[in-house]
Antibody
Framework: EVQLVESGGALVRPGRSLRLSCAGSGFTFENYAMHWVRQAPGKGLEWVSG????????VYADSVKGRFTISRDNAKNTLYLQMDSLRPGDTALYYC?????????????WGQGTLVTVSS | IEVTQSPSSLAASVGDRVTITCRTS??????LNWYQQKPGTAPKFLIYGASSLQNGVPSRFSGSGSGTDFTLTISSLQPEDFATYYC?????????FGQGTKLNI
């Protein structure tokens, strides 16, 4: 079965760090760029970050630039998001997503999401 | 690139034809995608390249537009179509989403 499974979400204090993981299966993970998208409670979707298949290109949304780091381990079919200096505004359900083949940025496969809550 | 959707919410009935509009702050050619999201679930990919239907998506869904103005049309609303719809530009990263349009009964 083709799927993405996120993990690592938790309740954390402001200023602390957290690392999210996303395990891909059922497709050739190393062939695809991968993305993180988040959704604050009751709000819309916000694209957070993307990484090319070989780590050669990484882009961040301005809202997380300098605080979040995206990475991947193709040998483990896993995508990561290291989140530092967390703020209450980072509270959201974090999804990882895969683009459609040959259509960059068009996200045809999503995980179920992992919840990050930043609160004192 | 800013992405603006309208309306933010829309009331309609089964069988209605509805149109949702998406406008971008720059020319994105046809790099525009549409997603459907129901409460408590991940977004579902509907349309890419402004007008290409993803496999398995019913033909009552269609997309059009290029440049800065785009539309999603549902030709005859079905009960399962009541959801929130998002557009997203994929021309230039960061790949911004619109604010969403909630389609209510």
């Amino acid at each position: 079965e083709v799927q993405l499974v996120e993990s690592g979400g938790a309740l954390v204090r402001p200023g602390r760090s957290l690392r999210l993981s996303c395990a891909g299966s059922g497709f050739t993970f190393e062939n695809y760029a991968m993305h993180w998208v988040r959704q604050a409670p009751g709000k819309g979707l916000e694209w957070v970050s993307g990484i090319s298949w070989n780590n050669g290109r990484i882009v961040y949304a301005d809202s997380v630039k300098g605080r979040f780091t995206i990475s991947r381990d193709n040998a483990k079919n896993t995508l990561y998001l290291q989140m530092d200096s967390l703020r209450p505004g980072d509270t959201a359900l974090y999804y990882c997503a895969k683009p459609k083949t040959l259509v960059p940025g068009s996200l045809d496969l999503w995980g179920q999401g992992t919840l990050v809550t930043v609160s004192s | 690139i800013e992405v603006t959707q309208s309306p933010s919410s829309l009331a309609a009935s089964v069988g209605d034809r509805v149109t949702i509009t998406c406008r971008t702050s720059q020319n994105i050619k046809s790099y525009l995608n549409w997603y459907q999201q129901k409460p408590g679930t991940a977004p579902k990919f509907l349309i890419y390249g402004a007008s290409s239907l993803q496999n398995g998506v019913p033909s009552r869904f269609s997309g059009s537009g290029s440049g800065t103005d785009f539309t999603l049309t549902i030709s005859s609303l079905q009960p399962e179509d009541f959801a929130t719809y998002y557009c997203q530009q994929s021309h230039v990263a960061p790949y911004t989403f619109g604010q969403g349009t909630k389609l209510n009964i």
